[in-house]
């Protein structure tokens, strides 16, 4: 594949992404998937979609883990909802998290990822020692499987996450960059963090946003590909810089919306094309 594929965030029956027939109608070559519910993760089910993707001549790079009751309506909803962090549903998650990676290797995917949720940012809070415990579980069982896992950007500082990382102390973790995020929530400039983490950057989201008038207690607001804070001519230039190589992923979270979705996923495309082309890549 040439490099710096065009994909896009899909979902099958669960998540927010975009549906797999607008993948076929864009013609996009390669996606990251949300992973459908858990009764739809079975070897039927990914033999089936196995063949439905290579039919429309499409590949998965990541497949996301994603979960019941997760809502990113705010900030301090996220903090409660959202991940491996809150404490009450922890165990449960970090079973099926396992039971994704599982479902992905059926479909010959060595990768997933997912929002670890608000890490706590002092390594003395005990709830520190538990997210990088669970967080090392789940490498070790996506190593069995010869996975990687990536963790999303953007609840955390560059510094905090690369912290985190060196904690959990495993060699298939990496990072799912996604700059819109780090506008979002408020954690950073994100050309500025992409050259921080840029060494454990392995796959990235290209989503678009603006900053709020109080970044980090309320949200930015989430915009089409280049025409938010991001600038996605320095965005690539700083994948070119620290030698990226992977598929540049779309990601648009307007399921309400799918005319809008599958129109600013199409514009998405031609922005990215001719900043690939302006930078010689491809
Ligand atoms: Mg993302």
Known sequence: MKKWPIGVFASVDAGLGVKLEVVEELKIPTIHLHAPHQNTRTPEVAKEFAAKLSEIGTQISVVFGGFEGESYADIPTVTKTVGLVPPETRAERTREMLEIADFARLLGVDVVALHLGFVPHEKSDPMYADIVAVTRQICDHCGSNDQRLHLETGQETAEALLQFIAEVDRDNLFINFDPANMILYGSGQPIEALRKVGRFV????????KWAANPGKEWGAEVPVGQGDVNFEQFLATLKDIGYDGPLTIEREIPQDPARQKAEISQAVD??????SKLQIG
Do not use: G
Not at 202 to 209: E, G, T
Not at 271 to 276: A, I, M, P, Q
């Open 202 to 209: 392995r796959s990235v989201h290209c989503k678009d946003a």
């Open 271 to 276: 922005v990215l094309t001719r900043l690939k």
